[in-house]
């Protein structure tokens, strides 16, 4: 069964830290571009980086350039996004999902977790 789990929100100062994991089993993630998307209240979805399969190239919006950073370890089947220097703007549920490609539409998605930036 294939499943990818969210951890790692929560609740945190502007300015702070948070690293968010997307666990994958049922399937091994090392094949597969992987990216994370974000959704605020009232807004539409949105992407926020991806890695790409075979050369582990990353991407990410205008947003969070700098200061968000995707990694994966094969060993773990996980990818993470650490994020740094939050700002309240960045408070949204925060999804990966599977991609046949960076830029491509999500194939298996994970339940979400909440991250809620604010003083």
């Known amino acids: 069964q294939v499943q990818l789990v969210e951890s790692g929100g929560g609740l945190v100062q502007p300015g702070g830290s948070l690293r968010l994991s997307c666990a994958a089993s049922?399937?091994?993630?090392?094949?597969?571009?992987v990216g994370w998307f974000r959704q605020a209240p009232g807004k539409e979805r949105e992407g926020v980086s991806c890695i790409s399969r075979g050369d582990d190239s990353t991407s990410y919006t205008d947003s969070v350039e700098g200061r968000f950073t995707i990694s994966r370890n094969n060993a773990k089947n996980t990818v993470y996004l650490q994020m740094n220097s939050l700002k309240p703007e960045d408070t949204a549920v925060y999804y990966c999902?599977?991609?046949?490609?960076?830029?491509?539409?999500?194939?298996?998605w994970g339940q979400g977790t909440q991250v809620t930036v604010s003083s």
């Open positions: 049922g399937f091994t993630l090392n094949y597969v571009a």
């Open positions: 999902a599977t991609l046949q490609r960076c830029g491509a539409q999500g194939v298996y």
